[in-house]
Structures are given as C-alpha cells and as structure tokens.
C-alpha cells in the first residue's frame, strides 16, 4: 500500500500531539516495517521544519526533519503541479499542491486529519484512524 501524508499527520508524529501522536506512530512504525509506503512534498516537509522550530528549536527541527526522511519518501513538485494546483477549486493552496503532487505520483490515497479540505480531490481521503483499519490495525 502507498499514501501521501499530510502534514498535520506528520506534526503529529514529531511532536507527539496526544492521541494524535499514537496513531501517526502506529502509521510510522507500519512504514518502517513496510506495510505502508508513505510519501509527502517539499512543501510539507518545509512546513513541518519550520513548526518543528518555532515549538522547539532549529537544531531539533533539523534532526527531526531528517529522521523523517529515512522513513518517509519525498515526491518532486514541479512547476506543472504548480499550475494544476492554481487552476483548481480547491480553497488553500498548500492543500491543492500535495493533493496534485500525490496524483502526479500516482498515489491513490492521502492520509489527513483535514478531510473537509480535500472535497476537491479525487484521491481516498483518509484519517491515520481509517488507514490503520485499513492496515489490519
């Protein structure tokens, strides 16, 4: 199975928000474990740095953000995407971008807690809740 992960999921994880955090853990560990392919953008990535920072520090947020990435992959964002992205319906832009940047991918799921953002998408929009399910969890 492959997904694209959102960044508030990924927040989760890093920071360890609550419940929240336990669920992107059992979905990180599945990834490490490979039963889960799990993708994102340059965008989320640089979003979840910058989050990562401004709640802990820079140094933190550098050994996080590349802990991340050996077990998250990242997928490329070109300037096509860019344009799907702006020529779209969608309400956030940041949204559009990692919902094109999944399709170009051929990813057919995007996991999130903001489902509601995702009505525009023609992906599976899923909570880590119901993509654990999903994963036998």
Not at 2 to 19: C, H, K, Q, Y
Not at 45 to 51: A, F, G, R, W
Request: charged content about 25%; glycine content about 2%; some cysteine.
């Amino acid at each position: 199975m492959t997904a694209f992960v959102d960044s508030d999921v990924i927040l989760d994880f890093l920071l360890n928000r609550g419940d929240h955090g336990l669920l992107a853990k059992k979905l990180f560990s599945y990834s490490r474990n490979g039963k889960i392919n799990l993708f994102t953008s340059p965008i989320v990535l640089s979003n979840v740095y910058y989050m990562v920072s401004a709640m802990e520090n820079k140094t933190i947020a550098k050994v996080k953000t590349l802990k991340l990435t050996k077990i998250i992959k990242i997928l490329d964002l070109n300037s096509s995407i860019m344009l799907q992205a702006l020529e779209s319906k969608f309400k956030d832009i940041e949204d559009a971008f990692q919902n094109y940047c999944a399709e170009n991918a051929d990813i057919k799921i995007l996991i999130t807690r903001n489902i509601k953002d995702y009505k525009w998408s023609n992906l599976s929009i899923l909570t880590p809740r119901e993509i654990l399910a999903k994963l036998g969890e």
